[in-house]
């Protein structure tokens, strides 16, 4: 069955613990033409929060996803379209390559597996929370990026390889780097992506780019010019 990602180019990644622009709605950032909504964070993530931003989601006709950051923020609701978990390659502790999935699935046996997928994060910032959390070893080179984005297709099955740079502007060589690496996965990119040019620059190497700082800081147009770009590329 082909994969609900197959066919996106564009990500809007919302965050419950932020608010959005003055006068700007979930449906407007919506009407932008991204390709698919992912509803998470990774700090200040509460099941009130995440369901509270779904809800007002729920009701437009684009694919809404939920990437929970914890097992307890999991939300069950009939409008997400599915669930994106992350599993963190480079983590330093392995309750985040597998330890929390592993709590997930001792809390709630009967997971809809038919909606449930993993992504394979690669995180490249070290000021970022994702960072923090994870203790990340993001002193990596565009080579060791490439060979987890290898491990992570061929050796455990990743459909989704994510290079996250969350909250600052990427290399450009390293996303290079690891799209040269996978030949089924989908590569998805995210980090500083802030206008057309930066948003073209890694849809040219990325299937799928995720905005989301932008969304909760510009608001509409400047999300719209992201979507054009990552269509363009």
Known sequence: MTAPWADWNHILKLDPDKDLPDGVTYGDLLATGTDAVEIGGTM???EENMAAVIEACAEHEVPLYQEPSDPSVVVEDDALDGYLIPTVF???S???ITGAHKEWVRIDGDLDWDRTWTEAYIVMNPEADVATLTEADCDISAEDVASYATVAERMFGQE????E???TYGDVDVVEAASNAVSESTLFYGGGIHDYDSAHRMAA???VIV????AHDEGVDAVRETVEAANDA
């Open 44 to 46: 200040g993530m509460t």
């Open 90 to 92: 480079n983590a330093g």
């Open 94 to 96: 392995p309750f985040w």
């Open 160 to 163: 989704i390889v994510y290079v």
């Open 165 to 167: 740079y969350s909250g």
């Open 205 to 207: 190497h990325a299937d």
């Open 211 to 214: 905005v989301g700082n932008l």
